[in-house]
Nanobody, 119 residues
Framework: QVQLVESGGGLVQAGGSLRLSCAAS????????MGWFRQAPGKERDFVAS????????HYADSVTGRFTISRDNAKNTVYLQMNSLKPKDTAVYYC????????????WGRGTQVTVSS
């Protein structure tokens, strides 16, 4: 079992920045990657970014490329999502997950943290 706890969400004006954190505990050694997803009201959960826990390879959704940066601190079992130049369309609940980006399989999920960007 893996437990994931997100933090760092909040209300920010358009153009502002936020940094989300995801702290993992439990059998994290069995995970290949960690990722961030988001779900806006009435919409499906979408992939945002992922990072390999072995070599640090990153992947981003086109909508956030150049604005968001995912990073990891393996010693702290924590993954971060630095979000810059935020837009109202970035408003969503952001979820952390563990899994395999290549297979598109994500198994454990956190409860999410709300990000609201005002115009």
């Amino acid at each position: 079992q893996v437990q994931l706890v997100e933090s760092g969400g909040g209300l920010v004006q358009a153009g502002g920045s936020l940094r989300l954190s995801c702290a993992a505990s439990g059998r994290t050694s069995s995970s290949y990657a960690m990722g961030w997803f988001r779900q806006a009201p009435g919409k499906e959960r979408d992939f945002v970014a992922s990072i390999s826990l072995s070599d640090g390879t990153t992947h981003y959704a086109d909508s956030v490329t150049g604005r968001f940066t995912i990073s990891r601190d393996n010693a702290k079992n924590t993954v971060y999502l630095q979000m810059n130049s935020l837009k109202p369309k970035d408003t969503a609940v952001y979820y952390c997950s563990t899994g395999d980006y290549g297979l598109g399989l994500w198994d454990y999920w956190g409860r999410g943290t709300q990000v609201t960007v005002s115009s």
